[in-house]
Nanobody, 123 residues
């Protein structure tokens, strides 16, 4: 099973930017979707954005126009560029991967998860 390691979290003020990285222990090939989720204590984990092996993406409405997902297959690394951050973006962000995912933002579709990285946005 692939291991995932997130990095890049931190604390920023409202309107700031961060770039998260997720390094996979092995290449994630055809048929696999990689995604970013986030979770606030006491709330359910929610999908932020997912990307298929062919580059197709689905973004949550709350982050459209502000967040951008990308991947570097040569480095087995997934990225999340987050711009115009808002206090409501504060959460632990998780990287995940799943095979033959039907709903890119559904947590049950994913079988491998990273440990998460904290993002805190202050007003």
């Amino acid at each position: 099973q692939v291991r995932l390691l997130e990095s890049g979290g931190g604390s920023v003020h409202s309107g700031g930017s961060l770039r998260l990285s997720c390094e996979a222990s092995t290449s994630v090939g055809r048929g696999y979707t990689m995604a970013w989720f986030r979770q606030v204590p006491g709330k359910e984990r929610e999908g932020v954005v997912g990307i298929d092996s062919d580059g197709s993406t689905t973004y949550a409405d709350s982050v459209k126009g502000r967040f951008t997902i990308s991947k570097d297959n040569a480095k087995n690394t997934l990225y999340l560029q987050m711009n115009d951050l808002k206090p409501e973006d504060t959460a632990i962000y998780y990287c995940a991967t799943g095979y033959l995912v039907a709903d890119r933002l559904n947590v049950v579709e994913y079988s491998s998860w990273g440990q998460g990285t904290q993002v805190t946005v202050s007003s």
